[in-house]
């Protein structure tokens, strides 16, 4: 049956996938979006869809609407983003998530989260489990947005058991794809933005820190079916279990692009974590999720894509 769905953050990156995909399945759906890291482009073909509505709104504000379900995807996810105004990146994960959960409570809606990896920190756990309560530096350059996810987390669980609101809580892991901005920030699209214009391929650290990368179609799969399955608050892992260490990353980027960029290496950004790893037992058991784009078959489609894409 036909939904009124509420995406926020829905011009970005995993947002922008996610209207696509609701619109085609014959919902009705509202993408909400502050334009900060996101941008009209990624959701402009939407617009003539009689049942897709943009609506430019900061969540950091009171929202009434009435909707069926709420994915809440507002948030900056790239670090060089996330960063630039560590507080507005508090609020968006504090109070934009209350007022996301407040709207959920007055409109009875199911309510999704968009949590994060990072929850976990810099892990002492190998490969994450969701039962893991993770280790995060509260006062460094990365606590505005892993701290702020941590309280989303608790906000979620809170208005369910005190207000029994329908919550859905994913913990998403490194994903990569089209419709990511070139200067995201983030490591892949760097890389393959470097390797196509002929620049340094730039590895922070020597490059032995481990990623998992997933597919934003694989994760988009897993998301849908986060929302739509009953009696399960999660939090789950979503992701791809496939570990590479970043100058894997750049190897392959460097061959698949057939570049002349060289690899260069730069200082660490402080609380990098050193090991990314999603257990996806959880995941498997609840949803069937698997993901099924592998690591060169998902970097080859994201390299066509910015071929088209570099601004
Ligand atoms: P993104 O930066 O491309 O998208 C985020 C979107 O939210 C942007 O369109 C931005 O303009 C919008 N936004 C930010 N603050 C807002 C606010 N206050 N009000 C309204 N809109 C706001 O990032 P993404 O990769 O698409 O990530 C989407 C969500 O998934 C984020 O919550 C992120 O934390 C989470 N996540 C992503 C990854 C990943 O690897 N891509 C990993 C873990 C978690
Ligand atoms: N809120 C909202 N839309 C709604 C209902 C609530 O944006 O439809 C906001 C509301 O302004 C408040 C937050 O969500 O800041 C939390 O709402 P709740 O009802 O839980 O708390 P209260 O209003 O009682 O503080
Ligand atoms: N990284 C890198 N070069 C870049 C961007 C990132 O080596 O141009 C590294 C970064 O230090 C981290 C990993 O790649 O170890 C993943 O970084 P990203 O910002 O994509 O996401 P994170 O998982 O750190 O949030």
Redesign the pocket.
Known sequence: MSKRILI??G?????SHLCERLIAEGNEVIC???????RKKNISHLLNNQGFEFLR????DPLKIEVDQIYN??????PV?YQSNPIKTIK?NVL?MMNMLGLAKRVNARILQ?S??EVYGNPLEHPQNESYWGNVNTIGIRSCYDEGKRVAETLCFDYHRNHYVDIRVIR????YGPKMLPNDGRVVSNFIVQALQGNDITIYGDGSQTRSFCYVDDLVDGIISMMEKDNFTGPVNLGNDGEFTVKELAEHVVRLTGTKSKIIYKDLPSDDPSRRKPDLTLAKKELNFQPKVKLEQGLAKAIEYFKQNLN
């Open positions: 926020t953050g011009a970005g990156f995993i947002g909400l979006d502050n334009l900060h890291t996101g709104h900061d969540i950091t995807m507002a948030c900056p996810a790239s983003h968006t934009g968009a994060t990896s998403i892991f490194n994903t």
